[in-house]
């Protein structure tokens, strides 16, 4: 119903910056929530950053302050700005949409995007 295409992903000395792109396409209505998620090798999927209906942004306490969540709704595209990257923040980036549709949510995942950040 929904496809989701993540751009933006390479490699970074530590301190710089990238910018990751997801576009959706399909049976966009009823979203709720967009968000950016991150998986470390030998680690769980943990969430980054999200954007709640009514523009609320929520971020985890590692990207507080470096990283910004933002949305066009023009272009179905969320974005995610990532500046000062540490080693830690290399990953795995996925993005996501929530749907809430007949009492039930529906999430999509963009294919990831890997950011990898060297000393």
């Known amino acids: 119903q929904v496809q989701l295409v993540e751009s933006g992903g390479g490699l970074v000395q530590a301190g710089g910056s990238l910018r990751l792109s997801c576009a959706a396409s399909g049976s966009i209505s009823s979203i709720i929530a967009v968000g950016w998620y991150r998986q470390a090798p030998g680690k769980q999927r943990e969430l980054v950053a999200t954007i709640i209906s009514g523009g609320r942004q929520n971020y985890t306490d590692s990207v507080k302050g470096r990283f910004t969540i933002s949305r066009d709704n023009a272009k179905n595209t969320v974005y995610l700005q990532m500046n000062s990257l540490k080693p830690e923040d290399t990953a795995v980036y996925y993005c996501?949409?929530?749907?809430?549709?007949?009492?039930?949510?529906?999430?999509?995942w963009g294919q990831g995007t890997q950011v990898t950040v060297s000393s």
């Open positions: 996501n949409f929530r749907k809430y549709y007949y009492s039930k949510n529906y999430d999509y």
